[in-house]
């Protein structure tokens, strides 16, 4: 029998995992992930002419000669001698300039996409693909217009192919809705319209969407929850907690079998993080409906 849960706990740290980086295979998702692709069996195929990793960073963001600059001097300056670290390789002094450009506190979007881009970067080439891919996530939410298109594009696009193999439906309808932002990702989008067209689907399904899911080597999987009821069928092993990462709430729960689980509204958009034995695999079903 179904059992309806409201999702009200305590409020708990919430501390995010430094994952090691997987090889560029594509997964991650907003954190890291298992899972097949989306489409099935083929469904990665849909990125196969988009393999662009973090290799090394090719699109410069220096305020030289930037007449539209919002920036404060000080915090530009900071900006740019943090940049020509990381794209040196030296994460020792790089380690001290994030620190300080974040001390700064930045005043406005402009600034503050920038100082995302610079988590992005720092954190690819730390190979944390978890806080990687969040800080690029927070970037595609401000960054068009406000740092140039082509590193806009490259991060939004990495992102999106790792979200999609990774099931992360929420994420990455989210990412591709940012990335419509900016003109110069139209042609980048049509190398992937497959992908494309699945997530528009995905968009516009008025019916519950049922994914089949297999925990990672990390014992993991993590996805932005795409509708606020969901629950989760055909268990084959154990699932132990679930982990929200929301806008106005960070919280941990203990798994219930055989429940329907409802997101509060006051939470905002959240991030679910499933912590289970390896290979676990399972069924998360999103509700288009409350249940009643």
């Known amino acids: 029998m179904i059992r309806p849960v409201i999702l009200i706990v305590s409020i708990f740290s919430f501390s995010v995992l430094a994952l090691a ?23 990665a195929s849909d990125f196969s002419s988009f393999d662009k990793e973090l290799e090394q960073l090719e699109a410069s963001q220096n305020f030289k000669g930037d007449k539209n600059s919002k920036a404060r001097p000080k915090f530009a300056g900071l900006f740019d001698k943090t940049q020509n670290a990381i794209l040196k390789d030296d994460l020792k002094k790089a380690d001290e300039l994030v620190l300080r450009l974040r001390e700064m506190k930045p005043v406005n979007d402009y600034e503050q996409s920038r100082l995302y881009l610079i988590d992005h970067w720092y954190y690819g080439k730390q190979g944390n693909k978890e806080l990687e891919n969040d800080a690029a996530s927070k970037l595609l939410s401000i960054g068009a217009g406000n740092i140039d298109s082509q590193a806009f594009v490259e991060a939004g696009m990495r992102l999106l192919k790792r979200q999609y193999n990774n099931h992360d439906i929420g994420g990455a309808i989210e990412t591709l809705t940012n990335l419509r932002k900016e003109p110069a990702a139209l042609v980048e989008l049509m190398s992937v319209v497959n992908a ?64 329907v689980m409802e997101l509060p509204e006051a939470w905002g958009s959240c991030t679910m993080k499933v912590h289970a034995k390896l290979n676990t695999t399972f069924n998360l079903i999103q509700l288009q409906q409350k249940p009643t």
């Not at 689907?201 to 014992?219: F, L, M, P, R, S």
């Not at 806008?247 to 219930?256: D, F, I, R, V």
């Open 21 to 43: 980086q997987d090889g560029g295979s594509g997964e991650g998702g907003s954190g890291s992930g298992g899972g097949e692709s989306m489409g099935g069996a083929g469904g």
């Open 196 to 259: 494309v067209k699945k997530l528009d689907d995905y968009a516009e399904q008025k019916t519950n969407i049922v994914q089949k899911i297999t925990i990672n080597e990390k014992g993991n999987w993590s996805a932005k929850l795409f509708k606020p009821h969901f629950l989760f069928s055909g268990v084959n092993g154990e699932i132990s907690t679930l982990e929200f990462n929301c806008a106005n709430k960070q919280s941990t729960l203990t798994y219930k079998p055989d429940s």
